[in-house]
C-alpha cells in the first residue's frame, strides 16, 4: 500500500488566493482526519469524517475554511480566501474502526505559504 | 487548547543514553499512543496503551500510564542518532474517536 498521499507537497501562494489541498487515504479506512501544525499553535485538529461524512469540524478556524470527502478516497481541504496566517503544514491522516487500533497513519503533509 | 501538555519540550542527550518524555491529559481516555515525527515528515505511530495497561513494551520503547495521574511517559533506552525527532503523545477521549496531540517533545541524539 503506498500510504496516505497529499498533493501538492508544496504550496506558495499570494493572499487573498484559492488554495486546493488534497488527499488520498489508505484503501479501505473508513476515518480521514485533516490536521495542520505550526510552531506557535502544535498540531491541531481540523476536522475529521468517517465513512466520507463530516463528524466533527470544530477545529476549522473560520469560514474561510471547508474540507469536502466526494468518495471514500478522496478528500479536499480548501481555503478561500488565504491569508498569510494560514502558512502551516497540513497533514491528512487515515485510520480504521476495524481493531480497534486508533492508530491514525499520517501522509506527508502540504507545506502552504502564503504571501 | 486542543492539547495535552509534553515535558520537557526539547531534549538533547549522548548516543546510548536514555531518554524519558512524559505527557499529561485531561480527560478520562480509551487509550493513549506515541508517535515520533522526523523532520519535514508527517507522524509515525509507535505504540498504544489502553487505559486499562499499566505499562507496554516495544523494543526499546517502554510507555506507562497512570490514569490516576492522568500522565504517561516514554522512555527509549539506549538512544541512537537516529531516534532523533520529535514525540508526540495522543489521547483518546472515552466516547468518542476525537485524538488528542500533545504539544511534542524535540529529542536531539548526539553521536
Known amino acids: 500500500d503506498a500510504g496516505v498521499i497529499q498533493s501538492p507537497r508544496h504550496e506558495v501562494t499570494e493572499m487573498g488566493q484559492e488554495v486546493t489541498l488534497r488527499c488520498k487515504p489508505i484503501s479501505g479506512h473508513d476515518y480521514l482526519f485533516w490536521y495542520r501544525q505550526t510552531m506557535m499553535r502544535g498540531l491541531e485538529l481540523l476536522i475529521y469524517f468517517n465513512n466520507n461524512v463530516p463528524i466533527d469540524d470544530s477545529g476549522m478556524p473560520e469560514d474561510r475554511f471547508s474540507a469536502k470527502m466526494p468518495n471514500a478516497s478522496f478528500s479536499t481541504l480548501k481555503i478561500q480566501p488565504s491569508e498569510p496566517r494560514d502558512s502551516a503544514v497540513y497533514f491528512c491522516?487515515?485510520?480504521?474502526?476495524?481493531?480497534?487500533?486508533?492508530?491514525?497513519?499520517f501522509g506527508p503533509g502540504t507545506r502552504l505559504t502564503v504571501l | 487548547s486542543q492539547q495535552g501538555e509534553e515535558d520537557p519540550q526539547a531534549l538533547s542527550i549522548q548516543e546510548g543514553e536514555n531518554a524519558t518524555m512524559n505527557c499529561s491529559y485531561k480527560t478520562s481516555i480509551n487509550n493513549l499512543q506515541w508517535y515520533r515525527q522526523n523532520s519535514g515528515r508527517g507522524l509515525v505511530h509507535l505504540i498504544l496503551?489502553?487505559?486499562?495497561?499499566r505499562e507496554k513494551h516495544s523494543g526499546r520503547l517502554r510507555v506507562t500510564l497512570d490514569t490516576s495521574k492522568k500522565s504517561s511517559s516514554l522512555l527509549i533506552t539506549a538512544s541512537r542518532a537516529a531516534d532523533t525527532a520529535s514525540y508526540f503523545c495522543?489521547?483518546?477521549?472515552?466516547?468518542?474517536?476525537?485524538?488528542?496531540f500533545g504539544a511534542g517533545t524535540r529529542l536531539f541524539v548526539k553521536a
Open positions: 496503551i489502553r487505559s486499562n495497561e
Open positions: 491522516a487515515s485510520s480504521t474502526s476495524a481493531g480497534s487500533t486508533d492508530t491514525q497513519y
Open positions: 495522543a489521547s483518546k477521549n472515552t466516547g468518542g474517536f476525537k485524538t488528542i
